[in-house]
């Protein structure tokens, strides 16, 4: 807590002697003592004020700087007093008294009130685990916060006493926002949201299978993509017949990259099972099954 080296105290001492000689005392006279002016108190940091001033018209032998409510004080050879080693988010009172040796004036006690120390999460990173897990990790602030909130788009934060932490119940493929924040007290400091994607899954069954365009012998047939976030490939369908006049079966196979084909070369007054199963670049996920019959002749 120095506002002052002891080699400038020396310095500042022996060119005053010689202003003092030099001026003859003659124009100390005129000037009038007084306390210091216009004292402010800034904050610096988390730990640390500044207080400054204006010098009184006649400029004393030093300053005193006190805190109202204990015991520090400190000599300032300047018109400011940097005053460290504080407490974040705590107000102080000081005086700062203009010492002419024989007599000193005091200013009015100034407040000043340090800043918060705290800080949000470093370097947060964000890596999939797999298709339902994200991992997030980050570096702490300067200050150890009570903990940290972890939120996943708009949903309520989730508290973490840890610096890393794993996301879970996700959806495939699926980008998300997730923020970070250090919780002090009242205070909340967020870090800027970082976005993380889950990995690919196989997907699940396409949706509405609808027929079309029926005849003896063939069959359209139309479908809705499955609910996935995964980038669909294309689609397997599968298809087996069996005759309803005949003891008569069969299959066929088809690939599409659109949600729509057709199934042919079967016989009349067949029934037709129909599997489509929908790949993304993992592979195909389970199948959805749908039927109908052929035209009779
Ligand atoms: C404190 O205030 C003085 C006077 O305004 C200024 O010169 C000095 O740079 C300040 N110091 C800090 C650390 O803010
Ligand atoms: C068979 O296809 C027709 C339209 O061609 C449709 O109305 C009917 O519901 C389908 N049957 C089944 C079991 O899907
Ligand atoms: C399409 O699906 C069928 C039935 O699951 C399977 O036997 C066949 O190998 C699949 N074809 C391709 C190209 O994956």
């Not at 407490?87 to 000043?112: A, E, K, L, R, W």
């Not at 999460?121 to 200050?143: G, K, M, N, Y």
Request: glycine share 6%.
């Amino acid at each position: 807590m120095l506002c002052w080296s002891r080699v400038l105290l020396l310095l500042y001492v022996l060119l005053l002697a010689a202003a003092t000689e030099d001026s003859g005392g003659a124009a100390m006279s005129h000037a009038e003592e007084g306390p210091p002016l216009n004292v402010i108190v800034e904050a610096v940091s988390g730990t640390a004020l500044n207080m400054s001033w204006d010098p009184p018209d006649e400029e004393p032998q030093y300053y005193e700087v006190t805190d109202v409510r204990d015991s520090f004080n400190e000599l300032a050879y300047t018109t400011y007093c940097l005053i460290d080693e504080l407490q974040p988010c705590t107000t102080y009172f000081y005086t700062v008294t203009s010492d002419y040796g024989s007599i000193q004036y005091s200013s009015p006690p100034t407040s000043g009130t340090t800043l918060a120390s705290g800080g949000a999460p470093q370097d947060v990173t964000v890596t999939a685990v797999s298709e339902s897990a994200l991992r997030v990790s980050w570096d702490p602030p300067s200050e150890d916060p009570d903990y940290y909130s972890i939120a996943v788009g708009t949903a309520p934060g989730v508290p973490v006493y840890t610096t890393s932490y794993i996301l879970e119940g996700l959806e495939p493929c699926t980008e998300y926002e997730i923020s970070v924040a250090s919780e002090y007290g009242n205070d909340e400091y967020m870090a800027t949201p970082v976005m993380g994607k889950t990995l690919d899954s196989v997907p699940p069954p396409p949706l509405n299978c609808d027929f079309d365009r029926i005849t003896t012998n063939s069959m359209y047939l139309t479908w809705s993509a499955p609910d996935t976030g995964c980038y669909i490939r294309n689609y397997n369908i599968s298809w087996s017949w069996s005759s309803l006049w005949e003891d008569e079966h069969g299959s066929g196979e088809t690939l599409s990259t659109g949600t729509h084909t057709s199934v042919w070369d079967l016989p009349a007054y067949a029934i037709v099972t129909v599997n489509i199963a929908a790949a993304t670049d993992l592979g195909f996920g389970p199948p959805l099954t749908c039927w109908n019959v052929t035209q009779q002749d």
